[in-house]
């Protein structure tokens, strides 16, 4: 019996990540300042930046 392998991941994976890094630099915004401040700035740049190079494609 042969095992179908999953699409789940090639297909959701790199998404996934996006949204998760998005909500991580949200969450990090809502819990202080300093440190919290330049995370929540990566958090919320890195899809902002992989979401415009995507529509520069």
Not at 18 to 45: K, M, V
């Amino acid at each position: 019996m042969s095992r179908k392998r999953s699409r789940f991941w090639p297909m959701f994976g790199a998404p996934l990540v996006i949204g998760l890094l998005g909500a991580a630099g949200l969450f990090a915004a809502l819990l202080g300042d300093g440190a919290w401040d330049w995370l929540s700035w990566i958090g919320l740049g890195v899809p902002a930046l992989i979401s415009v190079h995507a529509l520069r494609r």
